[in-house]
């Protein structure tokens, strides 16, 4: 039986909505839905004030143990915990494979509602995925070799958030990070939410305007990694 790759696990990153079957099932911005805990974000706020619970403890996915509050107090200048009413939790990926996706609606007390995206590492569905993939059983402990290799990718990209900031290149904004631990510490960051741009479908090309953009990210990428100093190598 052939290994799995490294192209094997690069298969497997693309974006759930990038498939045709997503496609159909992805909500519309601003379509009415339901969240993980049952209530719906864009209830009137004077309702879901009515039926606030303790929020606090909830927890952020059912693989973890990372609650609302844990976070609230690790992301105190963006969100002061004294005027939440209330947080909603929003599944974005339902089965991802190598990362769970959540929104995170936040109730604040005479003001607008926030949104917040938490990204976290997903190992559960990793070896169910490449025996799909490749068509044959893995051999014991193979899959672990792989979730190494999503720790360093998962980390990696949490390097790259901290990095100092690159002039000209768009990021999210990032709240908070915690670096992944197999197996001892939950990974998480916690970014701005982007809900309110959109992405171009996985089976279209780009226009023209939409490919200078992209170089324009590249290039100013690319400017920078030729002027880095050699601390980033840790």
């Not at 969100?79 to 190598?98: A, H, P, Y």
């Not at 958030?161 to 197999?182: A, C």
Request: hydrophobic letters at 35%.
């Amino acid at each position: 039986m052939p290994s799995p790759t490294m192209e094997t696990l690069y298969e497997l990153t693309v974006p759930l909505w990038a498939t045709p079957s997503a496609q159909k099932r992805r909500p519309v911005l601003g379509e009415r839905r339901e969240n993980s805990q049952g209530s719906r974000s864009d209830e009137p706020k004077e309702k879901r004030i009515a039926k606030c619970s303790n929020y606090r403890l909830k927890k952020i996915s059912t693989s973890s143990n990372l609650t609302v509050g844990w976070l609230l107090d690790n992301i105190r200048s963006v969100v002061c915990d004294e005027n939440v009413l209330d947080v909603d939790i929003e599944m974005l990926t339902i089965d991802g494979f190598v990362s769970q996706i959540v929104r995170l609606n936040v109730l604040i007390r005479d003001d607008d509602d926030q949104k917040i995206v938490i990204k976290m590492p997903e190992t559960r569905a990793i070896k169910a995925a490449l025996e799909k993939t490749t068509g044959s059983k893995l051999a014991e402990g193979a899959d672990e070799k792989f979730v190494g290799s999503l720790n360093v990718f998962y980390n990696r990209e949490i390097s790259f958030y901290s990095m100092n900031k690159i002039e000209g290149l768009r990021v999210p904004q990032i709240y908070f990070s915690q670096k992944w631990e197999v197996n001892s510490k939950m990974g998480c960051i916690a970014m701005e939410d982007l809900s309110h741009l959109s992405t171009v479908p996985f089976f279209e090309s780009l226009n023209l305007q939409q490919v200078e953009s992209v170089g324009t990210q590249l290039r100013a990428l690319h400017a920078f990694s030729l002027n880095m100093n050699t601390e980033w190598q840790g």
